[in-house]
Structures are given as C-alpha cells and as structure tokens.
C-alpha cells in the first residue's frame, strides 16, 4: 500500500473534514481595490463600436489598443457576407469539424487561406487561442522538447500544459540564447519545435524570424510561428511574417487568428498536408468543441479577399502608427522598441499605470494598462495600437491626452 493509502486515502480511519471548494472565492484583492478608487479599466462594457471611436456610458472615446488593424470590422463587404450566411445557415453548425459541423464554407476559407499565406493546407478553428494552442498540444509531441520565447502568448504556454512534454525558455528575441538551449539538449532523445511570433502581443516586437529559423533549422529544429498580430499587417500583401522575411518554406508551421486583421473570430494553423491532416485527426481543442460559425467564416473569407486585393488599408494603417510612434517618442515617452502597430508606452509602477488610465480616461481616449503579472514588475504599460479606422482628430487627441497625462504623472519631463 502506498503513502496516501494509510494516511490520506479512503480506507484511512483519520478523515478530512470536506471543505466547501468555493469558499472565499474572490476577485483578486487589487481588482476590488481598483474598483473601490474608480480606477478600474477592465470590462468596460461599450454600447457603440465605430472603428476609431467607442461609446461607453453616453459618452464617446478614442478606442486605442483594439486588433481591428486595417478598420475591417466595419468594411459594408464584410457584414454583408456575414448577414447573408446568417441567412443561409443561421448562428451555429451545432456540432464540432470532426462530426457534424463541417461546412463547404470552412474548407473554402482554408483553401483560399493557404494559397494566400504559400503553404500546403490550412485547418480553421473557433478561436485563435483554441488554433495556437494546438500547435503545441498536437505538433509538441510526447517525446520533443519544446522552445518558447519568453514574451509567448498564454495559449501558447497553455498549449504546452496540455502535453507532457519538455518546456524549455528562451530570453525574448534572442536566437542566440535559443541556440544555448539547443546545444545544452544535444543528446537529449526526441525531436525539436521552437515556438516565436510574428508581432509579439505586449511589446510589439518584430519576430527575429530569420535569426530564430537560421538557429533552429541548424540543430534540426522545427518552427512554428504564431502570427496572430502578424497576418494582415506584414508581407508585401498581409501575408504575414513568413513572407516578410521571405522565409515562407521555413518557417514550418504558421498558427493565427480571425480575430484581428480579419475582423471577425477564428483561428488557424497552415502548413504541410500532412502535418494539417495530422493535426485534424488529434487536436482535442478542434474535434471536442463546436466548429466556428457561417457568419464568422463569411467575414473572415471576405477580409481575406480585401486584404489580398487592397493594399491601401495597410498603407493607411502604417503611416498612422508611424505617425503616432515618431510623436510619442518626440515627447519622450519609452516605445520598448516597437516596430509594429502595437505600441506600448512604458509609465513605471503598477500604480502609475492605473493613474494614467484614469487621467486618458478623463480625457476621453480609451487605452487600457498591462501591469504585473502579465509585465515585469516596475515595467508597467499602457498598450497602445492604432489602425486605418483611425482620423486625424483622433490620433491629435490621443497624443494631447499622453503628453497632459505623462508630464502630470512625471513619466515625461
Ligand atoms: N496569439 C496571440 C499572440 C494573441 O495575441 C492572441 C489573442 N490576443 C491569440 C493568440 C488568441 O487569439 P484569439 O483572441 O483569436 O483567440
């Protein structure tokens, strides 16, 4: 008998008493604190969305930070298909890809898909979180171990929990630090997968793809790359980073989401025949939950289209967030080096950070701060982006309200 069989286990004469598993269930004590000061930007509930702008108890904000890169959530082409295929087949497939929910509308959008993104085949999910996790759960194996930058998406790290294989991390951008790992492994039995991003989500880093993939492809190494932030916004035609960096054979695996450039939900995973069908026989996350709907593959087949045919949406997009980078590092604030649509503003402490929430707040821009955990601490961001949805008036306003704010609070002199 083992341990737990005589101490803790059911035949033991000395029993627990059962706790009540929800007991003093909260929200975390500096949420409740955040609210009780009025300090609190999470969850705010909008009663209008128009690209730019955002109506939020009667009054209007500049919307900052949302993924709606390239203004598509409002494009008259993409509600329409949405309409119509609500019309056609109404909200729901009602079962998951494997069984029941497949439509000819999904396998349209995956062949357009990988012929757009220069690869094999592609496998739609329902969420892009449910597609980059599975790169991990599905395409990590049992045996491999697993590379992952240190700046990776949750989904990506969740992904990893879902498997019993081998995490290791490396220093964020840094394929040098990735080919100390892989040298420290030589030996270890098993193969290899490194995970990075195209646009990595907080600092808005450019992937060091061609680095990553030269270090990888050196010690036998698969890639995978999450370009959630990525497609729609690089590559001569949005591609993504792949073709970017003209690496679209190299990059072995590219995992992304509908749910940004692409203005509507879903997710996906593009690369060999083989290694898709794979994945499509052996991703829980994919076969045990229900398929993504008509309306949502409609508009994210009609994005697609644009983005392929109109480059001017991403032109617009870009001299809009140059514009906005050059004027922020002109008063001085610290980018973190970003070079994509997203730009984070770095203000210090957790505290600081909630005060210059409420002082944008109080000037109607809408910008929300990422703080500890999910930054280091003393690190704390307000996480900007801007896109093509965005007017003049907006970006003036935006930048009046950053330089009140910042000298206020002393982030900039
Ligand atoms: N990967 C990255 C890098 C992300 O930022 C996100 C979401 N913000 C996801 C994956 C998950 O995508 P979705 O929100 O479409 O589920």
Known sequence: MGETGIIGGTSSLVREPVVDAFAGLRAPRRAAQARAMGMYPFFKAMARHSGGTVVVDGEQYVLTGSNDYLGLTQDERVRQAARAAVDDFGMSCSGSRFLTGTLELHETLEAELADFLGKESALVFSAGFLSTASAVSTLGGQRNVLYFDRENHASLIDGSRLKANRPRRFEHNDAADLERLLKEDEGLPGGRVVYTEGVFSMSGHIGAIPEVVEVAQRYGARVVCDDAHATGVLGPRGEGSHV?????????????????????????????????????????????????????????????????????????????????????????????????????????????????????????????????????????????????AHAPEHLERTLEAFEKVGRALRVIS
């Open 244 to 388: 970017h960096f003209d690496l679209t054979d190299d990059v072995d695996v590219v995992a992304g989401t509908f749910s940004k450039a692409f203005a509507s939900v879903g997710g996906f995973l593009a690369g060999t025949a083989d290694v898709i069908d794979y994945v499509k026989h052996t991703a829980r996350l994919l076969i045990f939950s229900t398929a993504l709907p008509a309306p949502n593959i409609a508009a994210s087949l009609a994005a697609l289209r644009i983005i392929r045919s109109e480059p001017e949406h991403r032109e617009q997009m870009w001299s809009k967030v140059d514009f906005m980078r050059q004027n922020l590092l002109g008063l001085g604030f610290d980018l973190l080096g970003s070079n994509s649509p997203i730009i984070p503003v770095l203000v210090g402490d957790e505290s600081t950070a909630f005060q210059f929430w409420r002082g944008l707040w109080d000037e109607k821009v809408f910008a929300t701060p990422a703080v500890p955990p999910a930054v280091p601490d003393g690190r704390s961001l307000i996480r900007t982006s801007f896109n093509s």
